[in-house]
């Protein structure tokens, strides 16, 4: 099954992997010894793929296709505009144009990813794992399980730190669940910091292309944003992320003349 906001991610990958992180196999053991020794057993086969790993590249038309009929490997778009900005620029007295990169952020939360999931032979299951949104964790769980919502419950403990990361489950915390539900045991897991590196999401680097607009009093007049942001393998919450951009770039100045375009 496909999970996160355009369905593009899969919980274990069966015939194309997108990213070091990639899971392909989940293992149950009694154990954390037994179980990095029935690891050791499965063997994958990969076959080495073209690869691009800068968004100004990735958008050009000889560019590797992630994802198979996304076009130049744009996959959302958003546009966010108010007033009439070309003709407030022509009215400013000062025009500044400036281009800007903030580059990807592990959020390194105190506490790191996890999960404890235990179904039930009368068909219910809960999870206790460390989220930022208990909700939206008990409906992406449905949609991956199979089960009504109302069969769910999502446990939130005082979470170890967030900052956005934890607003959705990564693949390792739904293994946990799909492995309850198979076994009908309680499942735990929990992920090094090595693994919260190279296996969950972050902060995506932006490339801000921005000019502003003002008279000579001071007074702001326009303000023009166009943000290309290095996606990484899978959507995710980027769809809402580069809506935010654009909502929260018309800050903190009041601008009567706003244009935001945001490609990912």
Not at 59 to 85: F, M, S, Y
Not at 161 to 170: A, Q, V, Y
Request: aromatic content about 10%; charged content about 30%.
């Amino acid at each position: 099954r496909r999970f996160t906001e355009l369905c593009d991610e899969e919980i274990l990958c069966r015939e194309k992997v997108r990213y070091i992180g990639d899971a392909v196999a989940a293992v149950a053991a009694v154990d954390e010894d037994t179980a990095e020794e029935a690891l050791d057993l499965i063997d994958v086969e990969y076959e080495p793929l073209p690869a691009v790993f800068d968004p100004l590249e990735a958008i050009k038309e000889e560019a590797p296709q992630i994802h198979e009929g996304v076009e130049l490997n744009i996959n959302v778009t958003r546009h966010i505009e108010w007033g009439d900005v070309d003709e407030a620029f022509k009215k400013c007295d000062h025009i500044r144009e400036d281009q800007f990169k903030c580059s990807s952020q592990a959020h390194v939360c105190m506490e790191t990813h996890d999960a404890v999931a235990s179904f039930d032979y009368s068909g219910k299951l809960t999870v206790w794992t460390s989220t930022q949104s208990s909700y939206y964790i008990q409906r992406l769980l449905a949609d991956m399980t199979g089960l009504r919502e109302g069969d769910i419950r999502v446990i939130k403990p005082p979470t170890g730190g967030g900052f956005g990361s934890k607003f959705e489950l990564d693949s390792a915390q739904f293994c946990a669940a799909i492995l309850s539900m198979k076994l009908c045991k309680p499942v735990k897991i929990v992920l090094s910091r090595e693994e919260e590196f190279t296996a969950t999401k972050r902060r995506t680097p932006m490339y801000y292309y921005l000019k502003l607009g003002a008279k000579k009093d001071g007074t702001l007049l326009a303000k023009e944003a166009r943000v290309i942001t290095e996606g990484g393998a899978y959507t995710a919450m980027g769809a809402t992320a580069l809506y935010l951009t654009g909502f929260f770039s018309s800050f903190p100045y009041k601008y009567p003349n706003y244009r935001y375009d945001g490609y990912r």
